[in-house]
């Protein structure tokens, strides 16, 4: 069966930077698209980036130039590097992925969550 399972969450100060994993097993890489989320106290759970096989897509504007999503195909690992961290990015971030062949900012769209890794900026 499906499993994702986040690591690389941690406590930062402003300005520091950080890399998410996300390791996939049991998934088939048709049609796919792989995504993190976040969620912060109090708000709704917010796309961040997604990537299918032929592209990468943005989804939050406030972390547009900031945060970069990439996947290591040999590993099975998805990524989420993510640079000049801000007090409002502190959130749970989870990472999603589906085989229904849309990238898209609905959590609904995806069938699989990993359990989330928690990410403080202060």
């Known amino acids: 069966h499906v499993q994702l399972v986040e690591s690389g969450g941690g406590s930062v100060q402003p300005g520091g930077s950080l890399r998410l994993s996300c390791q996939i097993s049991g998934f088939t890489y048709i049609n796919y698209c792989l995504a993190w989320f976040r969620q912060a106290p109090g708000k709704e759970r917010e796309g961040v980036r997604s990537?299918?096989?032929?592209?990468?897509?943005v989804y939050a504007d406030s972390v547009k130039g900031r945060f970069l999503i990439s996947r290591d195909a040999a590993k099975n690992i998805l990524y989420l590097q993510m640079h000049s961290l801000k007090p409002e990015d502190t959130a749970m971030y989870y990472c999603?992925?589906?085989?229904?062949?849309?990238?898209?900012?609905?959590?609904?769209?995806?069938?699989?969550w990993g359990q989330g890794t928690q990410v403080t900026v202060s």
């Open positions: 990537r299918d096989q032929d592209a990468t897509q």
């Open positions: 999603a992925a589906d085989m229904g062949g849309y990238c898209g900012t609905a959590p609904d769209l995806y069938n699989y």
